[in-house]
């Protein structure tokens, strides 16, 4: 009996250490059953912000000349002049602070022009003093130039003039003005600027008003000047200013008929001859007996 008990108690151990060992070995792999940690969920790319388009930065360059009406503003090649009646500010509160040598940008907008201030103008440089001569203290000679020396001082001066005129900006102004015809011309003059007048003489237009077999009538003009009659010089000459359109009509007398102006070539028919005064100009008229 005490014999069958201890096999029992010898069982009972074995099999403890048999379900401990089980139990080793089947939690090991796992790290004892313990949760798979989620994977990390990447965030999706940041969609990058459009860049608003840069507007037109306008013609750069400084202010050459400034009133109440324009502003000429010179570049790097040209100098433009803008119409400154309306204009639309940026670093400035008025038209009256923009000043001769600030640095700007102009453009024309839909209804006025843009001018936005660089930088502004640089401050002159102080001139310099000539020094000052002390009492009893003689003045430094100053060393005479040979001629040969100041003939070639005159020459380089020159060629730098000329060469300096070959790189200045050519000037372009925006603002078209022509004035023709005889009355008053007004320019604006943003630098100097060449201003010429064409004279030009009056030309002569005669009319000779022949009667072909008894036929007789009256030429005249618009403008007027010419009313000449057959067989007769009184009236039948008269100066026009040159480029003037002079119209010559021919009206017949009764019982006669108005054949036609000498040269056809240049008045064809019987209606209106336009007579472009560019030179003396003379025409014949001629009219024939019509019996009616």
Same mark, same amino acid.
């Given at each position: ?27 090991? &792999? ?6 798979? *940690?989620?994977?990390?969920?990447? =965030?999706?790319? #940041?969609?990058?912000?459009?860049? &608003?388009? *840069?507007?037109?930065?306008? !013609? ?8 109440a009406t324009m502003i000429a503003v010179r570049g790097k090649k040209a100098t433009v002049? !803008? ?26 907008? #839909? ?8 930088? %502004? ?9 000539? =020094?000052?001569?002390?009492? %009893?203290?003689?003045?430094? *000679? ?14 380089? *001066?020159?060629?730098?003039?000329? @060469?300096?005129?070959? #790189?200045? &900006? ?55 000047g010419i009313f000449c009659l057959t067989g007769s010089s009184i009236g039948c000459e008269?100066?026009? &200013? ?11 007398d009764t019982g006669s008929t108005f054949i036609g102006w000498r040269p056809a070539s ?13 030179? @003396?100009?003379? !025409? ?9």
């Amino acid at each position: 009996m005490a014999q069958n008990q201890n096999e029992i108690e010898v069982m009972k151990k074995f099999l403890i250490v048999a379900l401990a060992l089980l139990i080793s070995i089947a939690f090991v &792999p796992t790290g004892f059953a313990q949760p798979k *940690a989620a994977p990390e969920k990447t =965030p999706p790319p #940041k969609k990058q912000a459009l860049k &608003p388009r *840069a507007e037109a930065p306008g !013609f750069v360059g400084k202010v050459a000349m400034i009133d109440a009406t324009m502003i000429a503003v010179r570049g790097k090649k040209a100098t433009v002049t !803008f119409d400154a009646r309306n204009p639309k500010l940026k670093g400035y509160k008025a038209i009256g602070d923009v000043m001769v040598g600030d640095t700007v940008t102009a453009k024309y907008t #839909k209804d006025s022009v843009m001018i936005t201030k660089i930088a %502004g103008a640089k401050p002159e440089k102080p001139a310099k003093e000539k =020094p000052k001569i002390e009492m %009893g203290e003689k003045p430094k *000679a100053e060393k005479k130039e040979s001629p040969k020396r100041k003939e070639q001082k005159l020459t380089s *001066a020159a060629e730098k003039k000329v @060469e300096h005129a070959k #790189k200045a &900006p050519t000037e372009t102004v925006v603002r078209q003005i022509s004035c023709t015809g005889k009355n008053p011309c007004t320019v604006s003059v943003v630098k100097l600027t060449e201003v010429g007048a064409v004279f030009v003489e009056d030309y002569e237009l005669k009319v000779i008003n022949k009667n072909m077999e008894g036929g007789s009538g009256t030429v005249t003009s618009m403008p007027a000047g010419i009313f000449c009659l057959t067989g007769s010089s009184i009236g039948c000459e008269d100066f026009f &200013p040159y480029g003037e359109q002079v119209t010559l009509s021919a009206l017949a007398d009764t019982g006669s008929t108005f054949i036609g102006w000498r040269p056809a070539s240049e008045c064809p028919g019987t209606g209106y001859c336009i007579v472009p005064m560019n030179k @003396e100009r003379t !025409f014949k008229a001629a009219f024939t007996f019509s019996g009616q």
